[in-house]
């Protein structure tokens, strides 16, 4: 059964650049599936963020600008997100997710989540 | 982007009750060629992760209980708890992965009344 574990710091200073990895155990990261992440602000909903499969293959949500980037590390089987230039409206709890397959496909398993607070 | 959004916010139900949860698209997430809709359903308890519970807009997941539904196509569909247990108090959220930015809705807090 595939699990998925999120790590970072939970406090990071406006304008610098936030960074998440996600570890995986019981499943290869190198099967054909698409990993993704997911955030949530305090008290409100979800937002996709970014979803990779290899190298060549990452899928970005506009809505952050090109402060993104998403990678993978078969050799650790893991995967992290960037995020550069944060600000207050960044803080949220980050999750990293399984699609269930390709990435137009449902996100069928879930870390616990990452509290990631934006402040000075 | 497809906008989804979720009606109502929130729901009181009584104990062994039904809940209707409705989730609308701005645009269609029926994909013609193969006549699947893009939509998923997923349930999230305070402190914890989502849990996907429907995907493809009416497959249920393996071990969610057959009180969890999940039925329309195009750009309105509708999660049904048959009959509400105490266990079901919690957020539920609709999400699209039909194109690129995959958005969910704004979820609707069931509780019970």
């Known amino acids: 059964q595939v699990q998925l574990q999120e790590s970072g710091p939970g406090l990071v200073k406006p304008s610098e650049t936030l960074s998440l990895t996600c570890a995986v155990s019981?499943?290869?990261?190198?099967?054909?599936?698409?990993w993704g992440w997911i955030r949530q602000p305090p008290g409100k909903g979800l937002e996709w963020i970014a979803s990779?499969?290899?190298?060549?293959?990452?899928y970005y949500n506009p809505s952050l600008r090109g402060r993104v980037t998403i990678s993978v590390d078969t050799s650790k089987n893991q995967f992290s997100l960037k995020v550069t230039s944060v600000t207050a409206a960044d803080t949220a709890v980050y999750y990293c997710a399984r699609h269930e397959r390709g990435l137009y496909t449902p996100l069928d398993s879930w870390g616990q989540g990452s509290l990631v607070t934006v402040t000075s | 982007d497809i906008v989804m959004t979720q009606s109502p916010d929130s729901l009181a139900v009584s104990l062994g009750e039904r809940a209707t949860l409705n989730c609308k698209s701005s645009?269609?997430?029926?994909?013609?060629?193969?006549?699947?809709?893009?939509l998923a359903w997923y349930q999230q308890k305070p402190g914890q992760p989502p849990k996907l519970l429907i995907s493809?807009?009416?497959t249920r997941e393996s071990g969610v209980p057959d009180r969890f539904s999940g039925s329309g196509s195009g750009t309105d569909f509708t999660l049904t708890i048959s009959s509400l247990q105490a266990e079901d108090v919690a957020v539920y959220y609709c999400?699209?992965?039909?194109?690129?930015?995959?958005?969910f809705g704004g979820g609707t807090k069931v509780e019970i009344k």
């Open positions: 999400h699209h992965y039909y194109n690129a930015p995959l958005t």
């Open positions: 645009q269609s997430v029926l994909f013609t060629s193969n006549n699947k809709n893009y």
């Open positions: 493809w807009a009416s």
């Open positions: 019981g499943f290869s990261i190198s099967n054909v599936y698409y």
């Open positions: 990779i499969y290899d190298t060549v293959n990452t």
